[in-house]
């Protein structure tokens, strides 16, 4: 079993940061690539931000230069900073961790989702 918690989410208004943490739990062996993704209402849901076990990072071209991903490996936690929110990032964010278990198997975890909502 694997476990995926979210925090950090809430109303901010435009211009606001946030930081949005996930933490993996469980029968971990291995976490490998780790990310975020959000899905705004009405619409599918998108990738945001990836990060390697070994820190390689990449962007949607609409997060660039605001959002940070980062990653603390002996926490098993991944973290998203939000800058320069903008009303058309509000959406519900989602982490995502590719493990590896204790069990030998390998498969993706999704996380329940943290409501990010920007007021202009």
């Known amino acids: 079993q694997v476990q995926l918690v979210e925090s950090g989410g809430g109303l901010v208004q435009s211009g606001g940061s946030l930081r949005l943490s996930c933490a993996v739990s469980?029968?971990?062996?291995?976490?490998?690539?780790m990310g975020w993704y959000r899905q705004a209402p009405g619409k599918q849901r998108e990738l945001v931000a990836t990060i390697t076990d070994g820190g390689t990072t990449t962007y949607a071209d609409s997060v660039k230069g605001r959002f940070t991903i980062s990653r603390d490996n002996a926490k098993n936690t991944v973290y998203l900073q939000l800058n320069s929110l903008k009303p058309e990032d509000t959406a519900v964010y989602y982490c995502n961790a590719d493990v590896t278990t204790t069990s030998w198997t390998r498969r993706d975890y999704w996380g329940q989702g943290t409501q990010v909502t920007v007021s202009s």
């Open positions: 469980g029968s971990i062996f291995r976490l490998n690539a």
